[in-house]
T-cell receptor, first 114, second 110 residues
Framework: EADIYQTPRYLVIGTGKKITLECSQT?????MYWYQQDPGMELHLIHY???????EKGDLSSESTVSRIRTEHFPLTLESARPSHTSQYLC?????????????FGPGTRLTVL | QKEVEQNSGPLSVPEGAIASLNCTYS??????FFWYRQYSGKSPELIMS????GDKEDGRFTAQLNKASQYVSLLIRDSQPSDSATYLC??????????FGKGTRLHILP
């Protein structure tokens, strides 16, 4: 079982607030990812990191930012939340090993912006 | 053309029958392929990975890969109601990114 954690699991917040979604993993994985997924819809990669001090934007434009100061920690920050940010945010990590690159997902944070 | 394509479904299969889920991909140099299961409101969980042409079996699940046809499939034997979920195909492309398909909704009829 993958050891990847996300907090909070659920968050309801007002427009304009700054929020940080936490993601941590204890597997020592180099790669970490943030996905956004609306109910019944596909996964959209919004940020990824291949290691400490490495961050890249994904395929879906996002107003969020990320940081990777420690291997195990990959927080996502929204400076000013808006109702359009309402979604499920999924964190994942992986370690390429002998050609494999299996991603393990956290339980997700369901964000509602009023 | 989408990089990873799946029929969105829903695919309805009677309990006990074989469910067949299909996925095509556009990048010929892709080397790694994954099937994830996602229950409603939950996060995806890995079912199987496959890297070589042919079949790979794990319990009731069989993944099939045909690189020449750029096609990967997942067979679920003896389908159970608990198999009802969305199944995501994922492919690792040339730029080392993993691309997910939109998923196929599977419904097992009791």
């Amino acid at each position: 079982e993958a050891d990847i954690y996300q907090t909070p699991r659920y968050l309801v917040i007002g427009t304009g607030k700054k929020i940080t979604l936490e993601c941590s993993q204890t597997m020592g994985h180099d790669k970490m990812y943030w996905y956004q997924q609306d109910p019944g819809m596909e996964l959209h990669l919004i940020h990824y990191s291949y290691g400490v001090n490495s961050t890249e934007k994904g395929d879906l434009s996002s107003e969020s930012t990320v940081s990777r100061i420690r291997t195990e920690h990959f927080p996502l920050t929204l400076e000013s939340a808006r109702p359009s940010h309402t979604s499920q945010y999924l964190c994942a990590s992986s370690r390429p090993l002998r050609g494999t690159d299996t991603q393990y997902f956290g339980p997700g944070t369901r964000l509602t912006v009023l | 053309q989408k990089e990873v394509e799946q029929n969105s479904g829903p695919l309805s299969v009677p309990e006990g029958a074989i469910a067949s889920l299909n996925c095509t991909y556009s990048d010929r140099v892709s080397q790694s392929f994954f099937w994830y299961r996602q229950y409603s409101g939950k996060s995806p969980e890995l079912i199987m990975s496959i890297y070589s042409n042919g079949d790979k079996e794990d319990g009731r699940f069989t993944a099939q890969l045909n690189k020449a046809s750029q096609y990967v499939s997942l067979l679920i034997r003896d389908s159970q109601p608990s198999d009802s979920a969305t199944y995501l195909c994922a492919v690792k492309g040339r730029d080392d990114k993993i691309i997910f398909g939109k998923g196929t909704r599977l419904h097992i009829l009791p």
